[in-house]
């Protein structure tokens, strides 16, 4: 049995609920925009959101891109630093 490869969906963000501790995953409706009343996940660090990253593609085996300010980043190439 071949297992299934990682897969990305259509443009999609990680919320965060502002009164609980958990994630969510929704449709991308603009850094300004909210899904279900929550916002768009950001972080600081780039080594907390590849470990949400992470949990995602165990929980789920969909990966999700991850961006700053000034556009997609390259994961591999930052994971190796």
Same mark, same amino acid.
């Given at each position: 049995?071949?297992?299934?490869?990682?897969?990305?969906?259509?443009?999609?963000?990680?919320?965060?609920?502002?009164?609980?501790?958990?994630?969510?995953? %929704?449709?991308?409706? %603009?850094?300004?925009?909210?899904?279900? %009343?929550?916002?768009?996940?950001?972080?600081?660090?780039?080594?907390?959101?590849?470990?949400?990253?992470?949990?995602?593609?165990?929980?789920?085996?969909?990966?999700?891109?991850?961006?700053?300010?000034? %556009?997609?980043?390259?994961?591999?190439?930052?994971?190796?630093?």
């Amino acid at each position: 049995m071949i297992p299934e490869r990682p897969y990305m969906s259509d443009d999609r963000a990680v919320y965060k609920h502002s009164d609980f501790a958990r994630f969510y995953r %929704g449709s991308f409706t %603009g850094l300004d925009g909210r899904y279900q %009343g929550m916002k768009v996940y950001t972080c600081k660090t780039l080594k907390r959101i590849l470990e949400l990253r992470e949990s995602t593609l165990r929980a789920t085996n969909e990966l999700f891109d991850v961006y700053d300010e000034t %556009g997609k980043v390259d994961v591999k190439e930052k994971n190796n630093e």
